[in-house]
């Protein structure tokens, strides 16, 4: 079955870095699939952070344009969130995504989510 793994999360202070993890399994990484980090904060809305296509392509929401980056290793199944300058509005529950679309079918698979605290 598919499944996503975060893991990475822990607590930073402002300022510091964290690098997220995503390993997929079930067969879902693959070159129909994008890969994407959401979060969700104390008392949010869970927003689009970040995204990747099969063929490299990134986007990222305003909010963490030139702090995070995201990337992915097909080799390993994994899709990577690289976080810095980290601020307390970072501060929130981290989920990966994965949205597949082939052949008239769309498929998406969460992860559990990982937290992210960014306290002094």
């Known amino acids: 079955q598919v499944q996503l793994v975060e893991s990475g999360g822990g607590l930073v202070q402002p300022g510091g870095s964290l690098r997220l993890s995503c390993a997929a399994s079930?067969?879902?990484?693959?070159?129909?699939?994008?890969m994407a980090w959401y979060r969700q904060g104390p008392g949010k809305e869970r927003e689009w952070v970040a995204h990747?296509?099969?063929?490299?392509?990134?986007n990222y929401a305003d909010s963490v344009k030139g702090r995070f980056t995201i990337s992915r290793d097909n080799a390993k199944n994994t899709v990577y969130l690289q976080m810095n300058s980290l601020k307390s509005d970072d501060t929130a529950v981290y989920y990966c995504?994965?949205?597949?679309?082939?052949?008239?079918?769309?498929?998406?698979?969460w992860g559990q989510g990982t937290q992210v605290t960014v306290s002094s």
């Open positions: 995504n994965a949205a597949r679309a082939r052949s008239g079918q769309f498929d998406a698979y």
């Open positions: 079930g067969g879902i990484f693959g070159i129909y699939t994008t």
């Open positions: 990747i296509t099969p063929a490299g392509s990134t």
